[in-house]
């Protein structure tokens, strides 16, 4: 079946640093990826998206790299602040056009030292 | 998050009673869902909704019922709560599929002791 993994459950960087967060798919049909944030005692919160048809996408300090010769994709955080400080998750939608449901991988802890 | 709430935010009940948790939305979007999350398993889909009284079963559906007689309601029941469902429980709308995913509630802590 199809899955969404990531690499290292835990990443501890200092801040300032660049955060690099790792995930892999399984399905190599997959065409949109979403990477969310959550934050403790909050819902995920969406942070970039990034269609097959690309290859990086740039947001405000996030950029994101898809590889799909290697079914792999990275959110790179620049600058990491310690308000990054979250669990993220990358996602993709299943199901087509019936539902669009999302599978979740199972999660970055991201920790910035001061 | 604006727009969709969970209700409610904290609750504890007995093994064997039946709970029901709430998700409102005031985005009149079409699609909604339940997720729960737990430690080693990330989020997973329980049921999900693609309009008023259309639900169908996610990953983890057994021991839930869903039901969504409003566009702006989804209710998820536990007919008959045990340890196993004790888990954070995530509700989610999306206005259509694949549009930069969902939005989701502030989730509902449910233990069941």
């Known amino acids: 079946g199809e899955s969404v993994g990531l690499h290292l459950p835990t990443l501890s960087v200092q801040e300032g640093d660049n955060s690099i967060i790792n995930c892999a798919y399984s399905?190599?049909?997959?065409?949109?990826f979403i990477w969310y944030k959550q934050e403790s005692g909050k819902g995920p919160q969406f942070i970039i998206d990034?269609?097959?048809?690309?290859d990086k996408r740039q947001g405000q300090r996030v950029t994101v790299l898809l590889n799909k010769t290697v079914k792999h994709l990275s959110l790179q955080i620049a600058a990491t602040q310690p308000g990054d400080s979250a669990v993220y998750f990358c996602?993709?939608?299943?199901?087509?056009?019936?539902?669009?449901?999302?599978?979740f991988g199972q999660g970055t802890e991201l920790s910035v030292k001061p | 998050d604006a727009g969709i709430t969970q209700s409610p935010r904290h609750k504890v009940t007995e093994t064997g009673t039946p709970v029901t948790l709430r998700c409102h939305q005031t985005?009149?979007?079409?699609?909604m869902y339940w997720y729960r999350q737990d430690p080693g398993h990330g989020l997973r889909l329980i049921h999900y909704?693609?309009?008023?009284?259309?639900?169908d079963k996610g990953e983890v559906s057994d021991g839930y019922s869903v039901s969504r007689s409003k566009t702006e309601d989804f209710l998820l029941t536990l007919e008959s709560a045990t340890s196993s469902q004790t888990s954070v429980y995530f509700c989610?709308?999306?206005?259509?599929?694949?549009?930069?995913?969902?939005?989701f509630g502030s989730g509902t802590r449910l233990t069941v002791v």
């Open positions: 989610a709308i999306s206005e259509s599929t694949g549009v930069h995913g969902y939005t």
């Open positions: 399905n190599s049909a997959s065409d949109y």
């Open positions: 990034i269609r097959s048809n690309m």
């Open positions: 996602a993709e939608p299943i199901g087509g056009n019936q539902g669009g449901k999302l599978i």
């Open positions: 985005e009149n979007h079409r699609y």
């Open positions: 909704s693609y309009g008023v009284k259309d639900t």
